[in-house]
């Protein structure tokens, strides 16, 4: 009889423990959640896995922890019996959602989030124990339906060991493959880089795969999700480019790979976390330990009598280019109203117009000197790859225009910096000098690169002595101008045509600001670019009323209303300006690509290594080093690639067209042009499929016919 009862209460534990006996579930219209267990009893003290399980309906997914650029956050909460307790919930490699355009990260299909539990050593076998969770998600679709609910199960509790459920056994198995994971084989390195963040990839042994379709999962929604994500493939490591959000210490998330992190394909996964490496120099040095220059020879086989010499003749290229064009009106004016000087004073004018483009060049050049000794990876128009600057120019123009058209002026002045700064005064000839200065460094001329390679590759001594000669070259035409009392003589004498003449010459002012507008939406996108609209907008309202309500033939109660909202709206206007390039400088508004002219040329990006995979491919390279800043470079482009010649040639060679784009700082970029003894833009290489000859070195000003005669230089050497 013992016997018998003993075998009925043994069945009856058996068929409770096979039902896992009573569990509670969410049933919702677009999705099923339930809690489940990986073994059909447990023991006391014993740890066992359990996993809510997500079954949303087909078409529809719920999220991550991160759910991305929308949604929430999946949210799991266990409430367990007293002793109990839990480690922390496991979660699969998320996918890709676009909701409306935006970046979501989750899941579809059946999914297990598990965790593992154990349970205290005085439990009583042949007791029930209840688990709960309580659960919060979102469901979407081309709706998103938020749900919470709590799921429950209940357990027996037995001495003997557990057995395991089939079915959910091998779903949990298979759940795990597909966790990420940390391995020692590979070595994740991130660094801040502006408004990015770059991974450097590095595998430790050689049974790794290839790596392609990269994408990292932030855990602290650091990345911004919207924001496309570059891999790019080195001889000896990978770099992937995401677009930052925040900024903090260490980066902790999820970097996927779809063909898997080691040779079986698993996981897909790789957890890290990392440091963020924020010094200017740090991700320089790194590459630089893993990659040989490009090009080791030494660029500079000349003396400093030569470098002098070809800063000299740049310098007075450079007054022939068009980023000069705008201060010929103002310096033009400024020689009509000195006809009637004495020579004494016309002299003194070139000779202070010339000490404002000396004056400028030292800064200029001590500035740049300062920031490379300090490890900064820049060259000449560095301070063009600033968003701020750039914004800053562009509403000096617009103000200087607006001065020139007669909308506003201060007593007699002419440039607007104060009474004192009139274009007859000395402060006008220092300033008009200054300013040639500054709108001079998008362009370079000929005979000019070269001399600034090699001064910044020198000591700060080397380095001031060719910018000096640089800006000697520049300011001579008009220091010999005014010295040449013949010559001002034959110039119109002043009369009433100078106010129209002048407010003729506001309009190149208003062409450089557009200019200047565009290479600032190139540099950051179309919100930005819409901001710093409407501040120049603002500023010139500000004028207009200054101009209107502050003259002095007015009664002095407009004046003070006059000048109070001037200055008010000027401080409005100077806001948004400098908030469209501070949002730029945080990563708020993240820079898109740059929108440089095509010039109807597909253009591959630049890197070395794709230099070197297309010459094994058997094409020539065409390398072109710019930037949207860069008015010699699109005029370059332009010249090019408006021939029909050029592109039948292209089109013959199978020339593939390489862009190195520095409208955005690119220490690698920099980088590459210091190794051919360069450090300003344009400059233009084209590459042979002969993997073991130079390539060719075009000048600074293109044409076609020169284009056409490397081509054919290179095409001989190959046969």
């Not at 999220?63 to 699969?92: C, E, M």
């Not at 833009?681 to 600074?700: C, G, M, V």
Request: proline letters at 7%; hydrophobic letters at 45%; a neutral charge.
């Amino acid at each position: 009889m013992r016997i018998l009862y003993k075998n009925i209460l043994f069945f009856a534990f058996v068929m409770a423990a096979s039902f896992s006996c009573f569990a509670k579930s969410i049933e919702e219209e677009s999705i099923r959640i339930e809690l489940v267990s990986e073994v059909k009893s447990i023991q006391p003290g014993q740890p066992f896995w359990v996993a809510v399980v997500f079954k949303p309906d087909p078409g529809w997914h719920f999220y991550w922890y991160n759910p991305g650029t929308a949604g929430l956050p999946t949210r799991i909460h266990f409430k367990l019996p007293s002793g109990f307790s839990h480690d922390l919930v496991q979660w699969p490699t998320p996918k890709i959602f676009e909701l409306n355009g935006l970046v979501n990260y989750g899941y579809e299909g059946e999914t297990l989030l598990m965790a593992e539990i154990t349970p205290p050593e005085d439990l009583t076998p042949g007791e029930f124990v209840t688990l709960k969770a309580n659960i919060d998600w979102v469901a979407c679709q081309d709706v998103c339906l938020p749900g919470a609910g709590t799921v429950s199960l209940k357990l027996p509790v037995s001495i003997e060991p557990p057995q395991w459920d089939n079915h959910w056994k091998t779903e949990f198995d298979r759940t795990r493959l597909l966790w990420p994971q940390m391995l020692d084989t590979w070595d994740v390195q991130a660094f801040l880089d502006g408004g990015f963040i770059d991974f450097i990839i590095r595998p430790l042994d050689d049974s790794h795969p290839n790596l392609s379709d990269l994408y990292y999962f932030d855990d602290w929604i650091m990345i911004n999700p919207n924001a496309p994500q570059e891999l790019t493939k080195h001889d000896t490591y990978y770099q992937l480019r995401v677009a930052h959000c925040a900024i903090e210490d260490q980066l902790q998330g999820v970097i996927y790979n779809a063909n898997g992190w080691t040779k079986e394909g698993i996981p897909t996964g790789l957890y890290v976390v990392v440091p963020l490496q924020k010094e200017d120099s740090a991700l320089l040095n790194t590459l630089q330990s893993l990659t040989a220059p490009p090009n080791p020879k030494a660029p500079f086989p000349f003396s400093i009598t030569t470098a002098i010499a070809f800063a000299f003749i740049g310098g007075l290229i450079l007054n022939l280019m068009p980023c000069v064009f705008p201060i010929l009106s103002i310096k033009a004016l400024g020689f009509i109203h000195q006809s009637n000087n004495s020579p004494a004073k016309a002299k003194l004018h070139g000779l202070v117009f010339g000490l404002g483009v000396l004056m400028s060049f030292w800064a200029l050049s001590g500035l740049l000197i300062a920031l490379r000794a300090a490890g900064e990876q820049i060259g000449w128009g560095f301070q063009l790859q600033s968003p701020l600057f750039v914004s800053i120019l562009a509403t000096l123009m617009i103000l200087i225009g607006l001065n020139l058209a007669g909308i506003f002026s201060f007593g007699t002045s002419f440039m607007g910096i104060g009474s004192r700064l009139s274009f007859s005064g000395y402060r006008g000839s220092f300033f008009s000098g200054v300013l040639a200065t500054v709108v001079a460094t998008p362009c370079t001329a000929p005979f000019m690169g070269t001399a600034l390679g090699y001064a910044l590759s020198k000591s700060a001594p080397i380095s001031l002595s060719v910018f000096t000669f640089l800006g000697m070259g520049m300011a001579l035409p008009y220091i010999i101008l005014s010295f040449s009392p013949k010559l001002i003589r034959k110039l119109p004498k002043p009369g009433a045509w100078m106010e129209s003449f002048k407010q003729a010459m506001s309009f190149p002012m208003f062409a450089t600001a557009l200019w200047l507008m565009w290479i600032f939406g190139s540099q950051t996108n179309i919100n930005s670019l819409a901001i710093l609209s409407f501040g120049l907008l603002t500023i010139a309202l500000a004028t207009w009323i200054y101009g209107r309500w502050c003259a002095l033939d007015r009664l002095l109660v407009v004046r003070k209303r006059g000048l109070f909202f001037s200055v008010l709206l000027g401080i409005l206007a100077l806001y948004m300006i400098y908030s469209a390039s501070e949002d730029y400088s945080n990563g708020e508004h993240l820079p898109q690509p740059s929108r440089e002219l095509n010039y109807g040329i597909e253009w591959t990006p630049y890197s070395q290594e794709m230099v070197q995979e297309l010459r094994k491919q058997g094409h020539y390279v065409f390398v072109d080093f710019t930037a949207a800043w860069c008015i010699t470079c699109q005029a370059n482009k332009k010249a090019i690639f408006s021939s029909d010649r050029v592109m039948e040639e292209f089109n013959r060679l199978n020339v593939v067209a390489v862009k190195a784009d520095w409208t955005r700082r690119d220490p690698l970029i920099t980088r590459t042009l210091e190794s051919f003894g360069r450090n300003s833009i344009p400059f233009t290489l084209i590459y042979s499929p002969d993997l073991k000859k130079d390539p060719i070195i075009l000048p600074t000003i293109l044409t076609p016919q020169i284009v056409l005669d490397a081509l054919e230089d290179l095409s001989a050497r190959k046969d």
